[in-house]
Structure formats: C-alpha cells, structure tokens
C-alpha cells in the first residue's frame, strides 16, 4: 500500500511555469513506475506523463512534448512534474498514480495507486 500527496498546482499565466509534486508513503517507492494524468470539468482522465522505477525510461502524452519534464527522487519518494510553456488548455486537476508492476502504462487501469489531484489553472 502507498499514499500518494500532489502539490504544487494553483493559477498561472499562459506561458508560465509550475512545477508538481507527489510525495509518497512508505519504502517500496522505488519499486513503481509513476504517472501523471490529468482531468479537465466534464472530460475523461488523460495520461500525461510517466517514469519508471529507475528514472532510465519516460513517455509523454504528444501535447507536453518539450514542454512538461517527469523526474523522481527514490531517496526523496517523491516524482515531480516541471511544467513549461503552460497553455489554457492544460488546465485540470493533476493526479500522480503508482503503479506496482512498472508498466510505464498510458492507461489509468495500468496504475495501483492515486493522489486526490492538484487543480492547475492556466488564464490566457
């Protein structure tokens, strides 16, 4: 079992920065692949990012490309998520997911574990 806590989110221009992060529970961090999904009002959670267990392998949703940067500290339990060139459009509450077979999955079912979100506002 692991806890996942998101922060980092709040209101931020176009072409601003933010950076989220998720500190984790327990001692078995290492051992999971984590993500990043977002979910805008009235619209289905989107993957956005992942990492695996080591750091050595990531994905991107093809929107972020260039703009968003998924990294871990293992000796921290904590992933982070640097967001760049923020556009309206990447307005969501942000989730970060665990997964405990390190898939390094786009799907939510491919993850075991969820935050309860950060909300990132992007005005134009």
């Known amino acids: 079992q692991v806890q996942l806590v998101e922060s980092g989110g709040g209101l931020v221009q176009a072409g601003g920065s933010l950076r989220l992060s998720c500190a984790a529970s327990g001692r078995t961090f290492s051992m999971y692949a984590m993500g990043w999904f977002r979910q805008a009002p009235g619209k289905e959670r989107e993957f956005v990012a992942t990492i695996s267990k080591n750091g050595d392998n990531t994905y991107y949703k093809n929107s972020v490309k260039g703009r968003f940067t998924i990294s871990r500290d293992n000796a921290k339990n904590t992933v982070f998520l640097q967001m760049n060139s923020l556009k309206p459009e990447d307005t969501a509450d942000y989730y970060c997911?665990?997964?405990?077979?390190?898939?390094?999955?786009?799907?939510?079912?491919?993850?075991?574990?969820w935050g309860q979100g950060t909300q990132v506002t992007v005005s134009s």
């Open positions: 997911a665990a997964d405990r077979t390190n898939r390094v999955g786009v799907l939510p079912s491919s993850y075991d574990y």
